[in-house]
């Protein structure tokens, strides 16, 4: 069922890497310039041959290859994935090296003049690592007040990752690789040969909390009236004690506030000594008026760096329900103040979402400009897993821009598409340009891509994917990189007869996809109602034991009673 190969290396040494030997490389921004004017010079013939094509595939009648659809899972390349192409695919295609291969893709509605040609089609698909998990756990509380959630909150694979998974680990800092995949049921679908594929990233597990270097916090608290709905500033009040309690006496904490303006409550302070000073500021959080994000934001950046310690993790934790109303309230703005402070002092951001009522697209983009990543909490018991369990133990990073690209073989895959990462599209020739931003993670996290893929009818068993794993080590900055395969006879009779990891993934997939029925996002392949979704999912977790998929499933039985 799955494969990982590879041992870890190191790029920069291998000829075949970068055209270089013995680890030098030519200067990388003249380089990256002069790519972008060969870009433009080919914008013009790229744009002719495309019409070109389109003519001719009009003329033939089409096939495997010849879909045309306006869905962000197709195209070619990105994340979206792409339709099978020509060639005679007598070889799975690599990675694609700096600047040879593949579409330059972007955000939905951003401009970027490196972003200038039309789509080539191919085999790869290419995105930033994200273990974001906010949008499930936002729909959840959705649900529970009995409405269905916005299908623009909706971002799959923040679902698919909400869910524990057994993927081996490594030693050290980085990632092993694992690729499984299994055939869906070919009478819901209108076409056969369509399975689910799942690439598992896996760092390795959180050890000790000695362990790791000393962490150097600031905890940005929105203050304002909104927050004194309960489940907002009472949750955040029990989630900075919970903080204190389980901090070493050698990490550091500041506490900045915001409503209509912003306040350094506490300077950045060492706990060994200072428990009770720091309580007695987190006991004083009082909500007060409007909310000016960027107020609180600026003052709780400013702080980080007054507080800087060499050597330590750096990290901004915003704690909020991101629903700016006062002062600079332009996303742009905000984005670009964190995403200074990352550049020049390596600080991370990460978020924390609280209350019904949630700016879940702005916590969002402000986590991802700040190198970090978001979750949400609805009630106590969460916030005593996140703030007591889960960040102490994860302060520390193992990874940093952290790409992942998958090279789909053309002889045996006529069409793949990927499952959300919407907003973490990286261009294909960008996979190996470390000036492009990755994702950061830390010890014990996951990361799951799931695809859809249709394989060609009528091919012989073969070599399906190989997937390349690609990041910065935390502390050298040297890359590395790691690679795991799976061949076509591996696939799985069913995806619901496997395992339990593949099956949790499916359902939290095919639960995101039926939750935005916008006519944007094209189905999923071999999608049961959500009926029977949930009845699969309350199977599962009889047969594991595993309260999560538990919860999942009622998730799922609400969402269908909604419906």
């Given at each position: 069922m799955k494969r990982t190969t590879d041992p870890t290396t190191d790029p920069t040494t291998d000829p075949t890497r970068d055209?270089?030997?013995?680890?030098?490389?030519?200067?990388?921004?003249?380089?990256a310039r002069t790519r972008r004017g060969a870009r433009r010079l080919r914008t013009a013939l790229v744009a002719l041959t495309a019409a070109s094509g389109l003519l001719l595939t009009a003329c033939n009648g089409g096939g495997h290859g010849d879909k045309a659809s306006g869905s962000s899972y197709e195209g070619g390349g990105g994340p979206g994935g792409g339709t099978g192409g020509g060639g005679n695919g007598d070889t799975a295609p690599l990675p694609a090296p700096d600047g040879t291969r593949g579409a330059d893709r972007q955000r939905e509605g951003e401009q970027d003049d490196r972003r200038d040609i039309a789509p080539d089609p191919d085999h790869l698909s290419t995105f930033a690592l994200d273990v974001d998990t906010a949008s499930y756990g936002y729909a959840r509380r959705t649900l529970s007040e009995g409405r269905l959630p916005d299908p623009s909150t909706i971002r799959p694979e923040e679902f698919v990752n909400s869910f524990r998974q057994d993927y081996e680990r490594p030693d050290g800092n980085g990632f092993t690789v694992t690729v499984d995949g299994a055939r869906v049921d070919g009478d819901r679908t209108d076409e056969d040969d369509w399975s689910l594929v799942r690439v598992g990233l896996a760092t390795r597990s959180a050890g000790p909390d000695g362990d790791r270097p000393p962490a150097a916090l600031t905890f940005v608290v929105d203050v304002s009236g909104s927050m004194a709905e309960p489940g907002r500033l009472d949750l955040a009040r029990e989630s900075l004690a919970a903080m204190?309690?389980?901090?070493?006496?050698?990490?550091?904490?500041?506490?900045?506030?915001?409503?209509?303006?912003?306040?350094?409550?506490?300077?950045?302070?060492?706990l060994d000594g200072n428990r009770d000073e720091i309580r007695d500021a987190v006991d004083t959080l009082e909500p007060a008026r409007s909310t000016d994000l960027g107020a609180g934001v600026e003052t709780g950046y400013e702080t980080a760096v007054e507080g800087l310690r060499e050597g330590?993790?750096?990290?901004?934790?915003?704690i909020s329900d991101a629903l700016a109303n006062t002062g600079d309230t332009d996303a742009d703005t905000l984005l670009e103040r964190i995403g200074e402070s990352r550049r020049e002092h390596g600080i991370t951001l990460f978020g924390v979402g609280v209350g019904s009522d949630y700016g879940d697209a702005l916590m969002e983009r402000l986590a991802d400009k700040g190198d970090g990543h978001t979750v949400y909490v609805s009630d106590e018991e969460e916030a005593r897993e996140v703030f007591g369990e889960q960040l102490p133990r994860n302060v520390d990073l193992t990874a940093r821009d952290a790409k992942a690209q998958v090279a789909f073989d053309p002889a045996t895959v006529a069409e793949f598409r990927l499952v959300g990462y919407e907003n973490r599209r990286v261009a294909d020739e960008d996979f190996r340009?470390?000036?492009?931003?990755?994702?950061?993670?830390?010890?014990?996290?996951?990361?799951?891509?799931?695809?859809?893929?249709?394989?060609?009818?009528?091919?012989?068993?073969?070599?399906?994917?190989?997937?390349?794993?690609?990041?910065?080590?935390?502390?050298?900055?040297?890359?590395?990189?790691?690679?795991?395969?799976?061949?076509?006879?591996?696939?799985?009779?069913?995806?619901?007869?496997?395992?339990?990891?593949?099956?949790?993934?499916?359902?939290?997939?095919?639960?995101?996809?039926?939750?935005?029925?916008?006519?944007?996002?094209?189905?999923?392949?071999?999608?049961?109602?959500?009926?029977?979704?949930?009845?699969?999912?309350?199977?599962?977790?009889?047969?594991?034991?595993?309260?999560?998929?538990?919860?999942?499933?009622?998730?799922?039985?609400?969402?269908?009673?909604?419906?």
């Open positions: 055209g270089t030997t013995g680890g030098t490389r030519a200067p990388r921004r003249q380089g204190t309690d389980r901090l070493r006496d050698e990490d550091s904490m500041a506490i900045v506030t915001f409503s209509d303006e912003a306040e350094t409550v506490l300077p950045m302070t060492r330590a993790t750096n990290r901004v934790v915003l340009d470390d000036d492009v931003d990755g994702g950061e993670v830390g010890p014990g996290h996951t990361v799951t891509a799931l695809y859809a893929v249709r394989t060609r009818s009528g091919a012989p068993d073969g070599h399906l994917a190989t997937a390349t794993v690609r990041w910065l080590d935390p502390r050298s900055r040297a890359p590395r990189e790691k690679s795991g395969t799976l061949e076509a006879e591996d696939l799985g009779d069913s995806v619901w007869n496997g395992g339990r990891g593949l099956a949790v993934t499916a359902t939290a997939a095919y639960f995101a996809d039926a939750l935005r029925p916008d006519g944007r996002h094209r189905a999923l392949p071999g999608a049961p109602g959500l009926g029977e979704l949930a009845d699969r999912a309350a199977g599962l977790a009889d047969r594991t034991g595993d309260r999560d998929v538990r919860d999942l499933a009622e998730a799922i039985r609400t969402a269908d009673h909604l419906s």
